[in-house]
């Protein structure tokens, strides 16, 4: 061997003296090209139906990629030597669904190209692949394309993730590459819309998440600490949704739990706690301090984006859960307001919602659904006004009454979608109106307050309306 060594280095030699440098630099390059050029071609001439169940088994055993149909396996050379496997169907991760890909393409470690007996790959590439994975299998799933470090593409695919053969949630045109080192990147559309994920894994660091959500103008940052993994994290957030701002602590284990929490926007800022479970079904439990409060630009946000218009919010059965709201603020004559909401299977019982104004003290009690196919508020109302001349006063209805409290009760219901309310009960200072009264205040009611959109019952224009005309 050392023999043969020497007569190929000794002719090479003789070759360079021969030749001019010029020549030699030319002809050398193209002759060894042209070697690895007849190299690399030869695949082309094999036949791929013999060796398929080399490819299959080597897929399960190695990438856990159970392969059940293969339409055509074809070799190509360029952008590098890979194979083809055209709608192929695959199990992989244990998981019962069976998935789709129309190319599976196996880039070809150069040593095998000849000898697939010693059969290996550079890369997989899932080309348009339709997958389904149940969520009990996420874990595996994240644990399994980390484990492939820079060794497995997903391009123009659809992932869903189900659970109990219900979809969860779904991308689609998603691209998910571990090509860069300690580095998880994946992009697509997300509800129609483009996003943009990185995930920054360090050994000796925090590991960093960025999420960017640009057609709604959203980006998260998560700092991971140290320890942290998929079955316990803990950490600090920051993200941004429109104009809002949040920050906040978290921990995840069977629950995820946020604390030292802050969120402003320009209507108000507040503090927020909250825990959220996922299994075996979603719910959360949210608190919420609001520090700072601007009546005006709520004013205007509601009459820009809710009045003149007959949209309401629509809820998923699937929220459920509770939020309780403490507002006190010393700079505002509001001395305290304790809102508490419970969401249950697209019902909202809205409870103890308990006002205490320098004015006014208000005390209500609802519930929205859709029990009667279209979205209904049953209201309980109690409302004490300290000072009846001083309160029309300050809201700009002058009046000559006395100084005297007024005593308000009142129930009944409103049809959010038609702006109709009906007063099963309305008393005035324990003075029960008649029906011919009641027919006043509807009208007035509904011209007023709620003609135009429900969220007319924040406009506090259309209350100094609706007082005038029943004054």
Same mark, same amino acid.
């Given at each position: 061997m050392i023999n043969k060594t020497q007569n190929i280095l000794t002719n090479f030699v003789k070759l360079k003296k021969q030749l001019k440098p010029f020549y030699f630099f030319i002809i050398v390059p193209f002759i060894l090209g042209a070697l690895f050029f007849t190299y690399i071609s030869i695949p082309k001439f094999f036949d791929y139906e013999t060796k398929d169940k080399i490819i299959i088994k080597f897929l399960n055993e190695r990438y856990n990629f159970k392969i059940s149909d293969i339409d055509k396996v074809t070799y190509n050379i360029f952008p590098r030597p890979h194979l083809n496997l055209s709608n192929s169907k695959f199990i992989f991760l244990e998981d019962e669904n069976e998935n789709t890909v129309e190319n599976l393409i196996l880039i070809l470690g150069i040593k095998s190209l000849l000898n697939y007996d010693n059969f290996s790959l550079n890369k997989i590439i899932l080309d348009k692949s339709f997958i389904k994975i149940d969520v009990d299998y996420f874990k595996k799933f994240l644990i399994y394309f980390k484990e492939f470090d820079r060794k497995i593409l997903f391009k123009n695919s659809s &992932?869903?993730?189900? +659970?109990? $053969?219900? =979809?969860?949630?779904?991308?689609?045109? !998603? *691209? /998910?590459? #571990?090509?860069?080192?300690?580095?998880?990147?994946?992009?697509?559309?997300?509800?129609?819309?483009?996003?943009?994920?990185?995930?920054?894994?360090?050994?000796?660091?925090?590991?960093?998440?960025?999420?960017?959500?640009?057609?709604?103008?959203?980006?998260?940052?998560?700092?991971?600490?140290?320890?942290?993994?998929?079955?316990?994290?803990?950490?600090?957030?920051?993200?941004? &949704?429109?104009?809002? +701002?949040? $920050?906040? =602590?978290?921990?995840?284990?069977?629950? !995820? *739990? /946020?604390? #030292?929490?802050?969120?402003?926007?320009?209507?108000?800022?507040?503090?927020?706690?909250?825990?959220?479970?996922?299994?075996?079904?979603?719910?959360?439990?949210?608190?919420?301090?609001i520090k700072n409060f601007n009546y005006k630009k709520f004013n205007n946000f509601i009459e820009k984006n809710y009045l003149n218009d007959k949209k309401l919010v629509k809820l998923n059965k699937k929220l459920n859960g509770k939020i309780s709201l403490l507002f006190q603020e010393k700079k505002n004559s509001i001395k305290?307001?304790?809102?508490?909401?419970?969401?249950?299977?697209?019902?909202?019982?809205?409870?103890?919602?308990?006002?205490?104004?320098?004015?006014?003290?208000?005390?209500?009690?609802?519930?929205?659904?859709?029990?009667?196919?279209?979205?209904?508020?049953?209201?309980?109302?109690?409302?004490?006004?300290?000072?009846?001349?001083?309160?029309?006063?300050?809201?700009?209805?002058?009046?000559?009454?006395?100084?005297?409290?007024?005593?308000?009760?009142?129930?009944?219901?409103?049809?959010?979608?038609?702006?109709?309310?009906?007063f099963d009960d309305l008393i005035l200072d324990n003075n029960k109106l008649n029906n011919e009264e009641i027919k006043i205040y509807k009208e007035n009611f509904e011209q007023y307050i709620i003609g135009e959109s429900i969220f007319g019952l924040f406009d506090l224009g259309n209350i100094k309306q609706f007082t005038k005309s029943i004054n």
């Open positions: &992932i869903s993730f189900y +659970k109990k $053969n219900k =979809n969860i949630i779904s991308f689609s045109n !998603l *691209k /998910l590459s #571990n090509q860069k080192k300690n580095q998880i990147n994946f992009e697509g559309l997300l509800f129609e819309k483009y996003f943009k994920v990185n995930f920054k894994l360090k050994e000796k660091n925090n590991n960093v998440l960025f999420f960017v959500f640009p057609d709604i103008g959203t980006n998260l940052k998560i700092i991971f600490e140290k320890g942290s993994n998929i079955d316990f994290a803990k950490g600090y957030a920051e993200t941004k &949704i429109l104009k809002n +701002k949040f $920050n906040f =602590n978290f921990v995840k284990s069977q629950d !995820l *739990k /946020l604390f #030292n929490s802050f969120f402003r926007n320009q209507i108000l800022e507040s503090s927020f706690d909250s825990t959220i479970t996922f299994d075996p079904n979603f719910y959360f439990n949210t608190s919420l301090k305290n307001l304790k809102v508490n909401l419970l969401f249950k299977n697209g019902d909202i019982h809205i409870k103890n919602i308990n006002l205490k104004h320098s004015d006014v003290s208000l005390l209500f009690n609802g519930l929205i659904s859709n029990n009667e196919g279209y979205p209904k508020l049953n209201y309980e109302l109690k409302i004490i006004v300290y000072d009846k001349k001083n309160f029309l006063n300050k809201i700009g209805v002058k009046n000559s009454l006395p100084d005297e409290t007024l005593n308000i009760f009142s129930t009944g219901s409103i049809n959010l979608r038609l702006s109709k309310i009906r």
